[in-house]
């Protein structure tokens, strides 16, 4: 029998990457979606998977990417995300808040409609969104994100309304403080020291592959269990502000 599917978005790096991996195995055959080339064809070719350069923004690149999947998914994660400064809202960045829109909220509305009918085809579909902490709260600089994944919150629940009677289920899985190499150094365009302030001192964050194991375990729930969302924090962050640093 063949292996069931999977689509990871935003696979080149990090949660993404990690999610690639833990569901190839868990038997599953991964497409690897992300722009960088060369990282997908790497992991795929590790994993047993396949690559398939997708942004996720871009209407046309998606369309490519449903045609690759054709016409049978059985999990999709919604990875794809990001984001862009930390300035307050008086000195906000128009296009930063765009292009963060864009990739949390826009983006994963496109993939998922584009993907919906493989999924409702194989009969026992999952969608898992890569929400975070920051789509339940707010805190000062981070608006522009905050108020995307309060966006990709938004669309997770109204799917889930959407498509009761249909047989997918839709989760978010809801990270707090990861480590990995790219999501404060992206956020702070480079600025190494910026990035590494943001986990100074804290003795055990998260890394990637806490996440993954989290994505992967919601995806393999029964076909009538749906996790509505899962929120996973290091042990050293019992709040968002209130973070154990040694
Ligand atoms: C990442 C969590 O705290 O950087 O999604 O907003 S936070």
Not at 24 to 41: L, N, S
């Amino acid at each position: 029998m063949a292996s069931p599917l999977a689509v990871v978005t935003g696979a080149s790096s990090g949660i993404g990457a990690a999610t690639a991996r833990h569901l190839a195995r868990a038997g599953y055959e991964v497409v690897c979606a992300a722009r960088r080339t060369d990282r997908i064809e790497a992991l795929a070719a590790e994993i047993g998977g396949r690559a398939v350069p997708c942004d996720v923004t871009d209407a046309d690149s998606v369309a490519a990417l449903a045609a690759a999947v054709g016409p049978r998914l059985d999990v999709l994660v919604n990875n794809a995300g990001g984001a862009f400064g930390l300035s307050p809202v008086a000195e906000a960045d128009p296009d930063e808040w765009r292009r963060m829109y864009d990739v949390n909220v826009i983006g994963l509305m496109q993939v998922t409609r584009a993907l919906l009918p493989a999924l409702v085809a194989s009969g026992a579909g999952v969608i898992v969104n890569v929400g975070s902490t920051a789509g339940r709260l707010t805190y000062e600089g981070g608006a522009g994100y905050t108020a995307a994944k309060h966006g990709t919150r938004a669309v997770t629940q109204t799917l889930r309304l959407e498509l009761f009677d249909q047989p997918v289920r839709i989760s978010e899985v809801a990270p707090g403080m990861v480590r990995t190499d790219e999501f404060s150094l992206v956020r702070f365009e480079g600025d190494q020291e910026r990035a590494d302030a943001v986990y100074a001192g804290v003795p055990d964050p998260l890394v990637a592959d806490d996440v993954a194991d989290a994505i992967t375990w919601v995806a393999t729930r029964p076909p009538h269990v749906n996790i509505d969302e899962l929120v996973i924090k290091p042990r050293a962050q019992a709040a968002q502000h209130k973070v154990h640093r040694i």
